[in-house]
C-alpha cells in the first residue's frame, strides 16, 4: 500500500471527513443522509489518515508527486 496523496489532498480529506461526522454526530442530518454522512465521513477521514485511497489505485491516479 504505497501512499497516493499529496499531502493537501490528506488534509482536505481529514476535514471533509470531521465536518461529515459532526454533522452526523450532532443531528444536523439524519435518516439516509445521517447514514451516508456517517459512511462517507469514515471514509474520508481514514484514507486521509493513512494516505492512500483505493479508488485511485484502481484507476492509476495519484496526486502525490513521485
Do not use: H, Q
Request: glycine share 12%; with cysteine.
Amino acid at each position: 500500500m504505497r501512499p497516493n496523496e499529496a499531502t493537501w489532498d490528506r488534509v482536505l480529506r481529514v476535514i471533509l471527513g470531521i465536518v461529515l461526522l459532526a454533522l452526523k454526530f450532532t443531528g444536523a442530518v439524519t435518516g439516509t443522509v445521517g447514514l451516508l454522512a456517517l459512511i462517507f465521513g469514515l471514509i474520508f477521514l481514514i484514507t486521509g489518515l493513512i494516505g492512500f485511497c483505493p479508488l485511485y489505485s484502481i484507476f492509476g491516479f495519484s496526486t502525490k508527486k513521485e
